[in-house]
């Protein structure tokens, strides 16, 4: 099967889409199809490592640098297949994200690669234009819903999620199936009248993310006095609100530990006193902090599936999540972790207060939180995805005939 996935973000970003559309395309490989990655061109400036390694929060602390992004042409040729990119420009007030550009690249690559089925991977600016494309074309397409872009526009402008909504509902509309990672994006979806959703969820890493890798040296690093060690791990960014660990930063014995970058760091290293910012980190790295924690803290309110979350439990950590979006699904309450009201200081900080206190709870939520995801590796999550192609190419073999 020839297969063009058009992506909004793809690696080196550092993101949910980003790593979807990687994931997708290495297994597409790996069962023997040939796909094509359509994705914006990051300046290379990104691509040549601006973004300097974060700076240790205190003496205590020494990790290695953040490693530096790779060139695009590195970046690329250790992509699993052809990644065709187009011109975008960074959005404004938070250049981590890039905007693709008008461009005929994406219609004549279609073409070129003779594609069976288009994959819009969080489609909204330049996954408009892959699905106007795959029309013309008469390509079958699927669309993966990935991001709420209507509580980003809620939280950035106060307002414009109606029209987020509009734009939203037009592109999966034109889809023949839309893929939703969790239970509520489905129910969203629905209620914003997009036809023809499914259910998706996302895959983990259970042989990178392990318990095993839990590092005492790292810990004592972390932690030299031996505190509980709380993290979050994603974007620093407005629609996170990690400004609510600010109460966790307060409570006796215990160390805040930030792992990501993003527009709102500055102000995060206000709020958040006392917490070890280790800026971005990826790889087997990342999977080793992860296994460092005893507990980890995700704030964000607007996760349509939340990996980072899963990743946590791959790892045989206790969650604290807001019962809102992803985490619903990917938490269960009072057996991997605590739900708590989204948007809801005194919650989390209660939710931990209480794991800190109960060292065997810790444990237990930790050991069922693995056994969970050790099924939902990205190789079972990825033939759910062929099965999908599978049922639009018969659907639309049965239209034509």
């Keep these: 099967m020839r297969v063009v996935i058009v992506t909004e973000s793809f690696p080196p970003d550092v993101n949910g889409v980003a790593h979807c559309a990687l994931q997708t395309a290495r297994h597409l490989v790996a069962r023997g199809h040939d796909p094509l990655v359509i994705a914006p061109a990051s300046s290379s400036a990104a691509f040549a490592g601006a973004e300097p390694p974060s700076p240790s929060p205190s003496p205590a602390v020494s990790l290695s640098p953040s490693p530096r992004t790779a060139s695009p042409r590195t970046a690329d040729s250790d992509a699993p297949c052809p990644v065709v990119r187009v011109p975008s420009l960074p959005l404004p007030g938070y250049p981590q994200v890039r905007v693709a550009l008008p461009s005929r690249r994406v219609a004549a690559t279609l073409a070129a690669h003779r594609a069976d089925l288009v994959h819009l991977a969080g489609p909204f600016v330049l996954g408009v234009r892959g699905m106007a494309a795959a029309a013309r074309l008469g390509i079958p397409a699927v669309a993966v819903y990935q991001t709420d872009l209507a509580g980003y526009a809620r939280t950035y402008m106060g307002a414009g999620e109606a029209a987020a909504w509009r734009r939203l509902r037009?592109?999966?509309?034109?889809?023949?199936?839309?893929?939703?990672?969790?239970?509520?994006?489905?129910?969203?979806?629905?209620?914003?009248?997009?036809?023809?959703?499914?259910?998706?969820?996302?895959?983990?890493?259970?042989?990178?993310?392990?318990?095993?890798?839990?590092?005492?040296?790292?810990?004592?690093?972390?932690?030299?006095?031996?505190?509980?060690?709380?993290?979050?791990?994603?974007?620093?960014?407005?629609?996170?609100?990690?400004?609510?660990?600010?109460?966790?930063?307060?409570?006796?014995?215990?160390?805040?530990?930030?792992?990501?970058?993003?527009?709102?760091?500055?102000?995060?290293?206000?709020?958040?006193?006392?917490?070890?910012?280790?800026?971005?980190?990826?790889?087997?790295?990342?999977?080793?902090?992860?296994?460092?924690?005893?507990?980890?803290?995700?704030?964000?309110?607007?996760?349509?599936?939340?990996?980072?979350?899963?990743?946590a439990m791959a790892s045989g950590v206790p969650v604290v999540a807001p019962a809102a979006g992803g985490p619903i699904d990917l938490v269960d309450h009072g057996r991997t972790g605590l739900l708590v009201p989204p948007h809801d200081e005194r919650a989390v900080t209660g939710a931990v207060r209480d794991l800190q206190a109960a060292p065997e709870l810790r444990a237990s939520y930790g050991r069922t939180a693995r056994a969970t995801v050790e099924g939902r590796t990205w190789a079972a999550v990825g033939d759910q995805l062929l099965d999908h192609y599978a049922e639009v190419l018969g659907e639309r073999t049965a239209v034509v005939a």
């Design 170 to 311: 037009a592109v999966h509309s034109a889809a023949d199936r839309t893929l939703a990672p969790s239970s509520a994006a489905v129910k969203d979806l629905e209620e914003h009248r997009v036809p023809r959703v499914r259910l998706w969820p996302r895959g983990v890493d259970t042989v990178r993310f392990r318990p095993e890798l839990r590092d005492d040296a790292l810990r004592r690093r972390l932690a030299p006095n031996g505190e509980l060690i709380v993290g979050y791990v994603g974007r620093l960014a407005a629609e996170k609100h990690v400004e609510l660990l600010s109460g966790v930063c307060g409570l006796p014995g215990v160390r805040v530990v930030i792992v990501g970058d993003g527009p709102s760091e500055p102000s995060l290293r206000t709020t958040l006193p006392g917490a070890v910012f280790l800026g971005r980190r990826t790889g087997d790295e990342l999977a080793r902090i992860f296994a460092s924690f005893d507990v980890f803290a995700h704030t964000g309110p607007y996760e349509t599936f939340c990996q980072t979350v899963q990743e």
